[in-house]
């Protein structure tokens, strides 16, 4: 457990957890400790999030001995929704009744649904500028009963872009010019712009996911595997007369990488533009990145030749001084994660953003404490009042001895059941582990629609078209038994030992055109190289896999194919 000194912090980003322990030393932050979780799976699946949370936190929670602390936490800021609004020239004491106002008016939630707060940007020439940060309390709540199931105490809950910008505030007091940050996450982009007496965020919904998808989508390989092969030999291609990677595939993945990344540019300079005109800005003159896109190899060489600033990797460790435990090395490789925790770590002194989440429960205890001397002074009023009884009334001795003997076993009873609800929570800690299967069902969710995808990516001309899809188990289509009929006595077939065999099959109609049939060949091999399906040896087996009519008369306008391939992957059907 962390000390009364420190101060715990955490991340919770969309495929990365991260976690730190500072103190201060006089008017110096100190790193004591860190640690960094992966998180894996697609990170705009929402469903398997809130439970790789409470196991990337109770992992965190392990590591970093937080249990039993208070920390302070980020919240990812794709989550959040923020709007930087002008109010009308008012006096002070007005601002927070106009502030409420406009909240109800911008928020596209009802205000008794989210947890919201603001703070004032600029105020002067008599405009006042805030920013109003809202979420849904439901969502607050189940974030911070993972953390809470970590048993940890939340003491406060940041916005990463704000604790973002508190960090780079600290770390760079000498850098006057515009700047922006660009934070290169996995599920969005948080893009921080700053310069002097005034700052501006905004999110945009394209990240490292999104190049992840589109080398997934490039080479037909799964999303797991393409973020493996991004990370170890993935980087930016350069544009210009720069010579190939000497490896043919890396070449055409650095490309694919390139492409994507282009959307990303396309985001920020449609941001840096907003934020000029609307926002009345000044054009950013030096641009630092960081998260984990920063790391993707020639990332800033691409946006420095795509922007026309200079890029360099944000440090937000370069105000902070570290631990003799800490490897600087190590710290120094990881510092493009660290911002948030940075800023977070600065919350309780004085930092240019405190907008402050409060999650129900966190609301309901400060409440409490806030009514604590009310009730110890009534509390107090009280055993005056019994002194006094005791001065007319003896026997309210005995009465007092008579109930505190209740309750001693009333408190005996409650250690039972406290030895019960401990040997409940183990068995809770055993099922929460069996969760892993209902996760990946959650993702096998996505499974037609990908295959549907893929069988439509893969049509070349409009002179093809499908009438039926549908699913066979060992030759027999599943259909009918899902609604209840009597199955087809076909011939069936099965796989390796009993195993059964998954097919589909489809059929449908191709004009009449000088290819004839062999344009349903092609889609059909094209299908077969997919990946998605067992079709090995397509062309010597094509008579197998492939049926088609065919014919040149006159009055005939289409005729008919069947096609039918075995699945590849080993997915459970239910009929």
């Keep these: 457990?962390?000390?009364?000194?420190?101060?715990?912090?955490?991340?919770?980003?969309?495929?990365?957890?991260?976690?730190?322990?500072?103190?201060?030393?006089?008017?110096?932050?100190?790193?004591?400790?860190?640690?960094?979780?992966?998180?894996?799976?697609?990170?705009?699946?929402?469903?398997?999030?809130?439970?790789?949370?409470?196991?990337?936190?109770?992992?965190?929670?392990?590591?970093?001995?937080?249990?039993?602390?208070?920390?302070?936490?980020?919240?990812?800021?794709?989550?959040?929704?923020?709007?930087?609004?002008?109010?009308?020239?008012?006096?002070?004491?007005?601002?927070?009744?106009?502030?409420?106002?406009?909240?109800?008016?911008?928020?596209?939630?009802?205000?008794?649904?989210?947890?919201?707060?603001?703070?004032?940007?600029?105020?002067?020439?008599?405009?006042?500028?805030?920013?109003?940060?809202?979420?849904?309390?439901?969502?607050?709540?189940?974030?911070?009963?993972?953390?809470?199931?970590?048993?940890?105490?939340?003491?406060?809950?940041?916005?990463?872009?704000?604790?973002?910008?508190?960090?780079?505030?600290?770390?760079?007091?000498?850098?006057?010019?515009?700047?922006?940050?660009?934070?290169?996450?996995?599920?969005?982009?948080?893009?921080?712009?700053?310069?002097?007496?005034?700052?501006?965020?905004?999110?945009?919904?394209?990240?490292?996911?999104?190049?992840?998808?589109?080398?997934?989508?490039?080479?037909?390989?799964?999303?797991?595997?393409?973020?493996?092969?991004?990370?170890?030999?993935?980087?930016?291609?350069?544009?210009?007369?720069?010579?190939?990677?000497?490896?043919?595939?890396?070449?055409?993945?650095?490309?694919?990488?390139?492409?994507?990344?282009?959307?990303?540019?396309?985001?920020?300079?449609?941001?840096?533009?907003?934020?000029?005109?609307?926002?009345?800005?000044?054009a950013p003159q030096r641009v630092f990145i960081c998260g984990g896109g920063a790391l993707l190899g020639n990332m800033a060489l691409f946006l420095e030749e795509k922007l026309k600033l200079p890029v360099e990797i944000l440090n937000p460790l370069r105000g902070v001084q570290l631990d003799r435990s800490v490897g600087a090395d190590a710290a120094s490789a990881d510092s493009a994660f660290m911002g948030e925790l940075v800023g977070l770590a600065l919350r309780g002194g004085s930092c240019p953003s405190e907008v402050e989440l409060v999650p129900d429960v966190v609301a309901s205890a400060r409440d409490a404490a806030r009514r604590a001397p009310a009730l110890v002074m009534a509390g107090l009023c009280l055993w005056a009042g019994l002194g006094a009884g005791i001065m007319y009334f003896k026997n309210t001795a005995r009465v007092t001895q008579e109930k505190l003997a209740g309750m001693q076993q009333e408190s005996a009873a409650l250690t039972g059941l406290a030895s019960q609800i401990r040997a409940l929570d183990g068995q809770l800690a055993q099922t929460l582990a069996l969760t892993d299967p209902l996760i990946k069902a959650v993702g096998d969710r996505s499974y037609w629609v990908r295959l549907l995808t893929e069988m439509n990516s893969r049509f070349d001309n409009d002179l093809i078209w499908l009438t039926t899809v549908e699913l066979l188990k060992d030759g027999k289509p599943i259909t009918p038994a899902l609604f209840g009929q009597e199955q087809s006595s076909s011939s069936s077939k099965s796989g390796a030992a009993g195993q059964p065999v998954y097919e589909l099959q489809l059929q449908g109609l191709y004009r009449k055109n000088e290819e004839g049939e062999q344009i349903v060949y092609r889609y059909a091999g094209a299908l077969a190289k997919s990946g998605w399906f067992a079709a090995d040896k397509f062309e010597e087996k094509r008579a197998e896999y492939v049926s088609a009519e065919s014919g040149v008369e006159e009055d005939r306008y289409a005729y008919k194919f069947n096609i039918k391939l075995p699945l590849q992957q080993p997915m459970q059907f239910q009929n």
Excluded at 91 to 120: C, G, H, L, S
Aim: glycine share 8%; hydrophobic share 45%.
């Design 1 to 282: 457990m962390a000390d009364s000194k420190s101060i715990a912090v955490l991340n919770l980003g969309s495929q990365r957890l991260s976690g730190a322990v500072f103190s201060r030393v006089g008017g110096d932050l100190v790193l004591k400790k860190y640690a960094i979780e992966e998180m894996s799976g697609d990170p705009t699946v929402d469903a398997s999030r809130l439970p790789q949370i409470r196991l990337g936190v109770q992992e965190l929670a392990s590591k970093l001995r937080l249990k039993g602390a208070a920390v302070h936490y980020a919240v990812a800021g794709h989550t959040v929704f923020s709007r930087f609004v002008k109010l009308p020239p008012v006096q002070k004491d007005r601002v927070a009744q106009i502030v409420e106002f406009e909240a109800k008016q911008n928020v596209p939630f009802p205000i008794n649904e989210v947890t919201w707060d603001y703070e004032i940007v600029s105020d002067g020439g008599g405009e006042t500028e805030v920013i109003l940060v809202a979420m849904k309390s439901e969502t607050l709540n189940e974030i911070n009963d993972q953390v809470a199931a970590a048993g940890m105490r939340t003491a406060l809950v940041d916005l990463a872009p704000l604790a973002l910008f508190n960090a780079f505030r600290h770390s760079y007091p000498d850098v006057d010019e515009p700047c922006v940050i660009i934070d290169l996450g996995a599920r969005s982009t948080n893009m921080v712009f700053v310069e002097d007496g005034k700052f501006f965020t905004r999110n945009v919904l394209v990240g490292g996911a999104s190049i992840t998808a589109a080398v997934a989508k490039e080479f037909g390989i799964g999303f797991a595997e393409a973020e493996r092969q991004k990370v170890a030999n993935g980087f930016v291609a350069q544009g210009g007369a720069v010579m190939e990677h000497e490896d043919p595939e890396i070449a055409a993945l650095s490309k694919v990488i390139r492409n994507a990344a282009t959307r990303l540019h396309g985001e920020v300079m449609r941001t840096i533009n907003f934020y000029r005109t609307q926002q009345g800005g000044a």
